[in-house]
T-cell receptor, first 109, second 113 residues
Framework: GQNIDQPTEMTATEGAIVQINCTYQ??????LFWYQQHAGEAPTFLSY??LDGLEEKGRFSSFLSRSKGYSYLLLKELQMKDSASYLC??????????WGAGTKLIIKP | EAQVTQNPRYLITVTGKKLTVTCSQN?????MSWYRQDPGLGLRQIYY???????DKGDVPEGYKVSRKEKRNFPLILESPSPNQTSLYFC????????????FGPGTRLTVL
């Protein structure tokens, strides 16, 4: 079966760095997405990786290793507004998105 | 402004009373999808559509219907709602090519009593 695993919850301190991991087992691979979702709101797109390596976008970076079925989202200089859930999703061979359950990130002052 | 709209945003109804949640996008996207989101379960796909008159079941289609008569609209129909369909529903759209992000509507919080 297809499976996406990410930690349920993480806590970090304002100004620090946090890494949210995602491992996947899917039928084929056509890219991995990270989305941010604030409580009660719609998910919003953060990043897309299809090749191995690190993609940097301001305070957020996303890494992919296809051979290991592994990705992480790195958030630097954490701000209180970064408190949200972070969703990992993989596009399979049929171009369907398989979603992880999300990681709730709590930022403490 | 490029967006996906859903209506209603909030709905409380009773078991068995047919309802429709509308979804519309103004980005000329071919692909549209409906998800439900429940605590601890993440997003689960109900139905999706790759173009007009083309719809397919997702992971949890039971109890739902959809139609795609026009490119911009993708309504979700619950013919006979039941309490286990109480959930937060999201409509999303994207271009068909792989790697394109999905744009989400604001969500519809449905309670079935």
């Amino acid at each position: 079966g297809q499976n996406i695993d990410q930690p349920t919850e993480m806590t970090a301190t304002e100004g620090a760095i946090v890494q949210i991991n995602c491992t996947y087992q899917t039928s084929g691979f056509n890219g991995l997405f990270w989305y941010q979702q604030h409580a009660g709101e719609a998910p919003t797109f953060l990043s897309y990786n299809v090749l191995d390596g690190l993609e940097e976008k301001g305070r957020f970076s996303s890494f992919l290793s296809r051979s290991k079925g592994y990705s992480y989202l790195l958030l630097k200089e954490l701000q209180m507004k970064d408190s949200a859930s972070y969703l990992c999703a993989v596009m399979d061979s049929n171009y369907q998105l398989i979603w992880g359950a999300g990681t709730k990130l709590i930022i403490k002052p | 402004e490029a967006q996906v709209t859903q209506n209603p945003r909030y709905l409380i109804t009773v078991t068995g009373k047919k309802l429709t949640v509308t979804c519309s996008q103004n980005m000329n996207h071919e692909y549209m999808s409906w998800y439900r989101q429940d605590p601890g379960l993440g997003l689960r796909q109900i139905y999706y559509s790759m173009n007009v008159e083309v719809t397919d079941k997702g992971d949890v289609p039971e109890g739902y219907k959809v139609s795609r008569k026009e490119k911009r609209n993708f309504p979700l129909i619950l013919e006979s709602p039941s309490p286990n369909q109480t959930s937060l529903y999201f409509c999303a759209s994207s271009l068909m090519e792989g790697g394109n992000e999905q744009f989400f509507g604001p969500g519809t919080r449905l309670t079935v009593l």
